[in-house]
């Protein structure tokens, strides 16, 4: 005890004494403690799950708090018919592979196949396939992307991580300012375009949740992902309820019982709201519900629920609606799914009902492509973008689409249900680690005095 | 395991002499040992000038770790207890100093910990126990508690010149379009960009195309140098550097560039980027340890060394050693007079302070919102002028103008 | 006849032995029984007792450890935490109850507030902000009661029937109240059956029924009072249906055991009683058969032993009966043929003497006709004498004739095959009418005599010629062998004499064809037989007995 206490005394009388370092410190471990269903997020999917995937496989470039497009692994260029996606000279990714446009078509490829939030930022280009396809075996300077119709927030749409580009199916190859050193480990990259971070590696530890919380609190941790966060910060990461035609009538059921906030204050947890459009209040979207109205309903039948197995959120909402489609007389079972199995059999046709979490776009647009595309009817959704992407002025734009939205929520099979934000804490002695437009933090840049 | 107040405070007390804050701080310290709080102790204390906040807070932490209760120091503020949460602390010491004919201590010690059931909107709980000490003020105190620069007429513009979404990377000001009147460069996000002296953007071109370095700099790190109508533009991000002129609204490449450099014009040294740092080694001298960065203006030299020192050499006189020199340091002419204007040491403080450190022993100060990177003299405007790069707390940064009075 | 009779006996015996073992089994067994079946009920029933008793302990024990559980729940410094944060307005986390239920025998707890809305959960964190109607009725302070549950899984939500308690949480002063208790499922009714043995049956209104444990056969059921639900625990009589079943069969076996043993003891029994009976019908077969030499063994005692001395003695006598009668046969027989003798003899005797005299009285008279007469009377001379010959012989044959070898034969294929070898005389058809395949005993060399003999009388019967019918045909147990002629036929005088030795009625012929030919089918057991054909000729028949046994493999 006494010896912790002098430790401590001296990290703190520090200060006073000549530890300058106006600029930051090369050096250390960065040490991270995440809880086991941010390690369960392979394809970096929440936002925990990005935010450390992101270490290993930076996203193409960064959405700032302003909305600025600062380019990490690429720069987009408008072009006459569309945009061109220029590889920064100098990406590799961690085995070595140079990032070129070819590797750059086949990553996104295979993101498409694998996440809607994908499919959604690159609906707009058109004959996305074989565009993809075609350039995946060429050598040309820039990917180019010919766009269906107008879409002014694709460079936006370009930053998600879902679309940062990955080599093969690990889902580790990346191009990030650390390379993968086993599982818990990364080490800096000292050619990374963006520079060398400042640690020499990284380490994650995987903890329980009180675990985890007291390793931060005897800072054998710096990072803690999975629990805490800022209810201020922008929360993207949605929660929706899609459905098939036949379990409308279970929808119009649970609309009627559904209390979100109270589904978020005693189910979800913060930094999570209720979302009662298809927007979230960050991006917009209203912040209550317009008076249900009606007595609830009861109803009859069976139904499948999908939910992601991974996230502890997810179950207990699918619960929840377990329970109250119960208390409606609907007997509802649940299928617990990994994400990936989640989107794979949804498109399949397995399921009644299911529980879609992505990581929203933070502009109101793309974050509805993302809507329409979990809505599941291209064609429409389409239409339905064009008409937006035409408004070349952003605020134009953002208006027209919450409008939309609005008026769009009651014919979309999407229920909107909440939004959450990072769940995170950070050791206050981290220095220069920022939130980007996602509500992610950037641990690229951390260091400690 | 730990012995009693009463103990310590008789060993204290047996001390001699001590100072008046000192005093306070073992009066503080058996007043919150007495109240048993949950270890970790985060104290955070406001007073008229920071120095005096520090100092105390120190203090008082260094008493309780002594009496087997660990504590931290933590800034003041309305969120001093979610900083005292974040720092892993389970209670807190808020303190408010004021300093007259005695230094009155007067705060609170409250419990900040909350169980993991208690959900994420735990209720405050009120006090568990409040604190109030007063000694005797002694000369010390009184220094302390005067802080630095009062009077020293140095003034910040209330508006920023500009501000970015990205963290600036190097800073120039000169007479690019030949008008007469200085603009702005900075190197920030990749690209440079000309301002003019209302912070208005003339032109900009980007660096990304650039080869890229071999082991670039995560920090934003660069030279610009304005002279003969030419920007000269060094990245550490980049591969060599280049020129650039500005024409009919746009930024060109010019010819020449080379290597980056300490100082602009005629006494410009050449340097180099280290590898994979923000830090730029001299190419030719004996001096050869990386550096934050320096200047080379009519014979003098500043050398911005990382251990927070900073060396000036003057024509004709010796080495005068700097302490307390952040990055963010140039020579500039005031009022006649060459001068350093440095900032702080400091380790990332949100709010930093900009000093003028000149041959006499005053040294006119003024806090700046943010943390200083870059500063260079010949702002636009009337009177002398500073314009200094801040980062922010958001990851951004802004262009601020530092005035001397008129 | 006797054979059977004599069987009868037997069975008859044995039957009554049987009846005499078999009586007291069927007097015993329904009477041991139905005592056996009333001791097993008893058992059954005091088994359904004791397993209701080890149930309702069981409750009992349940209640308190659910109340000791629930009051310690109550009083957790992290269940006062969570009610101390509901009273100060503040939601708790869904689960936070999680952690107070860790290592308690619960799996029901949860805390709702004053107006009964669950506000945290341990196990169905999802009820969160809603009133239970099964747990808001438990009041607090009371003993545990069963109430309907809702529990959750990924197939869909069930209501279980719970015992729970409720208790306040002192520390939040009522605002908070705890409900805890134990959730009755699968797992509780399966321990319940194995620790009672017991069938156990749990059902209440709308709860989802569970069942654990097997009670077979017949089944008593004692039910449990259990608030809106029924505890019936069942006890199956296959256990003692098993143990019933094998004293029944031990009784039965020992009953079939004495069956058996009186069964072989009538049998001994009844054999030494019906062997000397046996014995003697087969001497009486035997005599009747012919054998009068045969004695039966003087076994047996009593009135058997008379009976059987009895017909010793009448064997015996009528052995020396049968000897007497047959030397009396014997001698008649050889009158008959020394009379037959005599007169064959004589007839060629006397026209020999003539011719001799003639002769001598010519010589002795010198009479020139000498010469003429001898050389015309000595041919006639001669053929007499060689007709004497031949009388002599065919006697010496008759007298010869041994006893008949028999073997096994089909005397339609028998009859074909000679027939093939004999032929007959030119201008004599034979005509061949073959039976089915008649197996007897015959000698083939006596029977082919037979065939002969017939045949050459036939034929002999018809010196100008005619028709010879052979046929076969048997009847019920009989062989027929007949040969007819198209000749004169036998007058009906002469038939009863003409299987007499030296009897003809042809003009020349020993007389001893067809009396052979009676001694062969008499040496077979049979007879032969004279008849007139429908066309008048002659119809010989000769009978045989057939063998009774098919399969018999037969040769020609």
Not at chain 2, 58 to 70: F, Q
Not at chain 2, 309 to 334: C, H, I, K, Y
Not at chain 2, 381 to 394: I, M, Q, S
Request: hydrophobic share 45%; charged share 20%.
């Amino acid at each position: 005890m006494r010896r912790g206490a002098i430790l401590v005394l001296l990290a703190a009388a520090a200060p006073l004494e000549a530890r300058a370092a106006a600029r930051a410190r090369d050096g250390g471990t960065l040490r991270l403690a995440v809880l086991p269903e941010v390690r369960a997020d392979r394809w970096g999917e929440t936002p925990e799950g990005a935010a450390l995937r992101e270490l290993v496989a930076a996203p193409l470039c960064r959405v700032e708090g302003g909305g600025r497009v600062q380019p990490v692994l690429a720069s987009v260029q408008r072009t006459a018919d569309g945009v061109s996606v220029v590889p920064r000279p100098g990406a590799r990714f961690s085995s070595g592979a140079p990032l070129g446009t070819a590797e750059l078509a086949q990553a996104w490829a295979r993101a498409v196949e694998r996440s809607p939030v994908a499919r959604a930022a690159l609906g707009p280009v058109r004959e996305l396939a074989p565009t993809l396809e075609q350039q995946s075996r060429g050598k040309a300077a820039g990917l180019l992307l010919p766009l269906a119709h107008p879409w002014p927030d694709l460079e936006v749409s370009l930053c998600h991580p879902a679309l940062a580009p990955v080599l093969g199916d690990g889902g580790s190859d990346g191009v990030g300012p650390y390379a993968p050193d086993g599982a818990e480990r990364g080490r800096a990259v000292p050619a990374f375009p963006e520079g060398r971070p400042h640690p020499d590696g990284f380490l994650v530890s995987t903890l329980a949740r009180r675990a985890a919380q007291r390793a931060l609190e005897t800072r054998s941790a710096q990072v803690l992902l999975g629990d805490g966060g800022e209810a201020a910060a922008p929360a993207l990461f949605a929660t929706y309820l899609v459905s098939r035609p036949q379990a409308r009538p279970m929808v119009s059921l649970l609309e009627t019982r559904l209390d979100r906030p109270a589904l978020v204050r005693s189910f979800v947890g913060s930094p999570a709201a209720a979302m009662p459009g298809l927007l979230p209040p960050s991006l917009g979207g209203p912040e209550r519900s317009a008076s249900a109205g009606g007595s609830p309903g009861r109803g009859s039948g069976t139904a499948l629920l999908l939910y992601a197995a991974d996230r502890p959120g997810q179950r207990a909402v699918a619960q929840r609606l377990q329970i109250l489609l119960r208390d409606a007389g609907v007997s509802l079972r649940l299928g617990a799914r990994t994400p990936e199995a989640l989107d794979r059999d949804w498109r399949a046709g397995q399921g009644d009902l299911a529980l879609r979490s992505v990581l929203l776009p933070p502009v109101p647009a793309a974050a509805l492509a993302v809507v329409l595309e979990l809505a599941g009817d291209p064609g429409a959704g389409r239409r339905e973008l064009a008409g937006l992407g035409a408004l070349a002025d952003e605020r134009e734009r953002a208006a027209r689409t919450r409008e939309r939205a609005l008026q769009l929520a009651g014919a979309l099979p999407v229920v909107p249900l909440y939004v959450e934000g990072l769940r995170a804490r950070l050791d206050p002695a981290l220095v220069d680690v920022r939130r980007d437009a996602f509500g992610l933090w950037t641990l690229d840049d951390a260091w400690w005095p | 395991m730990s012995p009693g107040p009463a103990l310590v405070a008789a060993l204290l007390a047996a001390a001699p002499g001590p100072s008046a804050l000192e005093a306070l701080s073992e009066q503080l310290r058996a007043q919150v040992v007495a109240a048993h709080p949950e270890p970790p102790v985060a104290v955070a204390v406001e007073a008229s000038s920071a120095a005096l906040a520090e100092t105390t807070a120190a203090l008082v932490a260094t008493r309780l770790g002594e009496s087997g209760l660990p504590a931290v120091v933590i800034g003041s503020g309305e969120d001093a207890a979610a900083r005292a949460r974040s720092a892993g602390a389970r209670s807190l010491v808020r303190l408010r100093l004021q300093v007259a004919a005695e230094v009155l201590g007067a705060g609170e010690l409250r419990s900040v910990w909350r169980n993991f059931w208690a959900g994420r909107a735990a209720p405050e709980t009120g006090p568990t126990r409040v604190l109030s000490a007063a000694v005797p003020v002694d000369r010390a105190t009184q220094l302390l508690a005067a802080g630095p620069g009062q009077g020293a007429g140095l003034v910040l513009d209330p508006a920023p010149l500009a501000r970015l979404p990205v963290r600036t990377a190097a800073l120039a000001t000169g007479d690019l379009d030949g008008d007469g009147r200085p603009e702005v460069a900075v190197l920030a996000g990749g690209e440079v960009s000309v301002l003019d002296g209302a912070g208005s953007l003339l032109a900009r071109h980007s660096l990304l195309d650039l080869p890229p370095a071999a082991t670039p700099a995560r920090e934003p790190f660069g030279t610009l140098c304005i002279g003969e109508g030419r920007l000269v533009v060094a990245w550490a991000r980049a591969d060599g550097s280049l020129a650039l002129r500005l024409q009919g609204g746009q930024l060109v490449r010019g010819t020449g560039g080379g290597a980056p450099t300490l100082g602009c014009g005629a006494s410009a040294e050449p340097a180099s980027f280290a590898p994979g740092a923000a830090r730029l080694v001299l190419a030719r001298g004996p001096e050869r340890e990386p550096l934050w960065g320096g200047d080379a203006r009519a014979g003098h030299r500043l050398l911005l060394l990382p251990d927070g020192t900073a060396r000036w050499f003057q024509p004709g006189s010796e080495v005068r050693v700097l302490r307390d020199v952040g990055a963010g340091a140039a020579l500039v002419s005031w009022r006649g007079e060459m001068r350093v204007a440095a900032s702080s040491a400091a380790a990332a403080p949100a709010e930093d302070r900009l000093r003028l450190v000149g041959p006499g022993p005053e040294e006119p100060s003024v806090a700046v919102p943010g943390r200083i990177l870059q500063v260079c003299g010949g702002a636009p405007g009337p009177g002398p002028a500073l314009v200094l790069g801040l980062w922010t707390a958001d990851g951004g940064s802004e262009l601020r103008v530092v005035r001397g009075p008129p | 006849m006797a054979a059977t009779r004599g069987m009868r006996l037997r069975t008859l015996l044995l039957l009554a032995f049987a009846l005499l073992a078999l009586l007291p089994l069927a007097v015993t067994v329904p009477l041991a029984s139905r005592r056996i079946e009333e001791t097993f009920a008893r058992e059954l029933a005091a088994r359904a007792d004791a397993a209701a008793t080890l149930g309702s302990t069981e409750l009992d024990r349940l209640r308190a450890e659910v109340e000791q559980s629930v009051s310690a729940c109550a009083a957790d410094p992290l269940t006062e935490a969570v009610a101390l944060q509901l009273e100060s307005g503040l939601p708790p986390a869904a689960d936070a109850m999680r952690g107070v239920a860790e290592g308690r025998p619960l799996t029901v707890l949860t805390l709702r507030d004053a107006s009964g809305v669950t506000r945290s959960s341990a196990f169905l964190p999802a009820r969160v902000g809603d009133v239970e109607p099964g747990l808001s009725t438990v009041r607090t302070g009371e003993a545990p009661v069963l109430v309907p549950v809702e529990v959750q899984n990924a197939e869909g939500v069930q209501l279980r029937p719970a015992l729970v308690a409720a208790r306040p949480v002192e520390a939040a002063r009522g605002t908070a109240i705890l409900v805890g208790g134990q959730v009755l499922d699968e797992a509780w009714v399966s321990r319940l059956a194995r620790l009672t043995a017991a069938r156990v049956e749990l059902q209440g209104p709308g709860l989802a029924p569970a069942a654990a444990g097997t009670a077979e056969g017949r089944t008593v059921r004692r039910a449990l009072p259990l608030g809106p639900a029924e505890l019936t625990l069942g006890v199956g009589s296959a256990a003692v249906d098993e143990t019933r079943a094998t004293l029944l069969k031990a009784l039965v076996t020992a009953g079939a055991l004495g069956l058996g043993l009186a069964l072989i003891a009538g049998f001994l029994f009844a054999r030494g009683i019906t062997r000397p009976v046996e014995a003697l019908t087969e001497g009486v077969r035997s005599v009747a058969g012919g054998a009068l030499d045969t004695r039966v063994p003087a076994t047996g005692s009593g009135e058997v032993r008379v009976l059987v001395d009895a017909f010793n003695r009448m064997a015996e006598d009528l052995g020396h009966a049968t000897r007497a009668l047959r030397a009396a046969e014997q001698a008649a027989a050889w009158e008959g043929v020394a009379r037959s003798l005599a007169h064959e003899l004589r007839n060629p005797l006397t026209p020999l003497q003539m011719s001799l005299e003639t002769l001598l009285a010519a010589r002795k008279a010198r009479d020139g006709r000498f010469e003429a007469l001898f050389v015309e009377s000595a041919p006639a001379m001669l053929e007499e004498v060689e007709r004497l010959r031949r009388t002599i012989d065919a006697f010496a044959r008759f007298a010869r004739l041994p006893a008949a070898q028999l073997e096994p034969l089909d005397l339609t294929a028998w009859t074909e095959q000679a027939l093939g070898l004999a032929g007959a005389r030119p201008g004599v058809a034979l005509r061949w009418e073959p039976g089915p395949p008649l197996a007897v005993r015959a000698d083939r060399d006596q029977l082919a005599q037979l065939l002969h003999n017939l045949l050459r009388n036939a034929e002999e019967a018809m010196p100008s010629g005619g028709q010879v019918t052979v046929r076969t045909r048997g009847d019920a147990d009989r062989a027929v062998l007949e040969v007819e002629d198209t000749g004169p036929g036998i007058p009906a005088d002469a038939r009863a004499r003409v299987l007499e030795p030296g009897v003809t009625t042809k003009a020349s012929g020993t007389g001893l064809g067809l009396a052979l030919g009676a001694r062969i089918a008499q040496g077979h057991g049979g007879t032969l037989e004279v008849d007139t054909a429908p066309g008048g000729g002659a119809l010989l028949r000769l009978r045989i007995p057939r063998e009774a046994a098919a399969g018999v493999r037969l040769t020609p």
